[in-house]
T-cell receptor
Framework: DADVTQTPRNRITKTGKRIMLECSQT?????MYWYRQDPGLGLRLIYY???????NKGEISDGYSVSRQAQAKFSLSLESAIPNQTALYFC???????????????FGEGSRLTVL | GIQVEQSPPDLILQEGANSTLRCNFS?????LQWFHQNPWGQLINLFY???GTKQNGRLSATTVATERYSLLYISSSQTTDSGVYFC??????????FGKGTTLSVSS
């Protein structure tokens, strides 16, 4: 089984619908991240969490919200999906033993979201 | 915020050729990583290299932190090296910021 698991792997939804992407990890890492990938734009940071009580906005947080339900779980929500949120979404984790360093990042397999 | 630029954006090679990918960043960093995204979308961590030089098989990386750049070398390229290579950096207490990547195509 993968250390960082994302569900669903693929989702097609309609404009205006609420959608949640879930991420769970068995690596025991404190830090978790959500990125989105668009062709030619690389990966852009949406939100990140350095521990259960810590949530931080990234480069492109508008239109998204997150919930850190436990150390191992970090979910991303689109309250009212729009077509330009069509993208490949990645969850990632890293270890807090690096201190202020982010540490090595480990990615899930991605969730492909299509908003019609 | 910090800017990350990768070059070239695209690279086409014949199998067996060598290549150098470059990553420039706009401010001092304490974390720099190189990733490979294979054609199936999977992201793999290649190197954690905020400074110095590391080697792993046919791949090696060098970061010159004082001059704000890093290089990824691929020697004797193989078709399985195809994909997108990303450089990502961060400063203390922040998350990794990614460049736009270099797309490598290796043909046999």
């Amino acid at each position: 089984d993968a250390d960082v698991t994302q569900t669903p792997r693929n989702r097609i939804t309609k404009t205006g619908k609420r959608i949640m992407l879930e991420c769970s990890q068995t690596k025991g890492h404190d830090r978790m991240y959500w990125y989105r990938q668009d062709p030619g734009l690389g990966l852009r940071l949406i939100y990140y969490s350095f521990d259960v009580k810590d949530i931080n906005k990234g480069e492109i947080s508008d239109g998204y919200s997150v919930s850190r339900q436990a150390q191992a779980k970090f979910s991303l929500s689109l309250e009212s999906a729009i077509p330009n949120q069509t993208a490949l979404y990645f969850c990632a984790t890293s270890d807090s033993s690096w201190g202020l360093h982010t540490g090595e990042l480990f990615f899930g397999e991605g969730s492909r979201l299509t908003v019609l | 915020g910090i800017q990350v630029e990768q070059s070239p954006p695209d690279l086409i090679l014949q199998e067996g050729a060598n290549s150098t990918l470059r990553c420039n960043f706009s401010d001092s960093v304490n974390n720099l990583q190189w990733f490979h995204q294979n054609p199936w979308g999977q992201l793999i961590n290649l190197f954690y290299i905020p400074s110095g030089t590391k080697q792993n098989g046919r791949l090696s990386a060098t970061t010159v932190a004082t001059e704000r750049y890093s290089l990824l070398y691929i020697s004797s390229s193989q078709t399985t090296d195809s994909g997108v290579y990303f450089c990502a950096v961060s400063q203390a207490g922040t998350a990794l910021i990614f460049g736009k990547g270099t797309t490598l195509s290796v043909s046999s």
